[in-house]
Nanobody, 125 residues
Framework: VQLQASGGGLVQAGGSLRLSCTAS????????VGWFRQVPGKEREFVAS????????TYSDSVKGRFTASRDNAKNTAYLQMNSLKPEDAAVYYC???????????????????WGQGTQVTVSS
């Protein structure tokens, strides 16, 4: 599966953005999706995960209550709705997918074999 992330941009603190992650190929519904972010000089950080179906999304503590992960399997697309953005949310955001993700590894970048190219989110204070 190939992933294309989009939707990043510049937003003022308190604003919102919605990121999209569109997958090519078939059987997107059988893949779990993860969202990660990275700033220069730091490791890639888990943001949210969304299992294949029937599971509640999970979030990092830093975004819980502000970000919402969802997916539309009919459109082969996953979304990350980001509200109440803070300057510390600024990063390159990546989506990732894999069929083999389990609950205990959902927050680990190494659990995902397929990655989008990243989309920049900038939050001005």
């Amino acid at each position: 599966v190939q992933l294309q992330a989009s939707g990043g941009g510049l937003v003022q603190a308190g604003g919102s953005l919605r990121l999209s992650c569109t997958a090519s190929g078939r059987a997107f519904s059988t893949y779990s999706v993860g969202w990660f972010r990275q700033v220069p000089g730091k490791e890639r950080e888990f943001v949210a995960s969304l299992f294949r179906s029937g599971y509640v999304p999970t979030y990092s503590d830093s975004v819980k209550g502000r970000f919402t992960a969802s997916r539309d399997n009919a459109k082969n697309t996953a979304y990350l709705q980001m509200n109440s953005l803070k300057p510390e949310d600024a990063a390159v955001y990546y989506c990732a997918a894999d069929r083999g993700v389990i609950m205990s590894t959902r927050g680990e970048p190494g659990a995902y074999n397929y990655w989008g190219q990243g989309t920049q989110v900038t939050v001005s204070s």
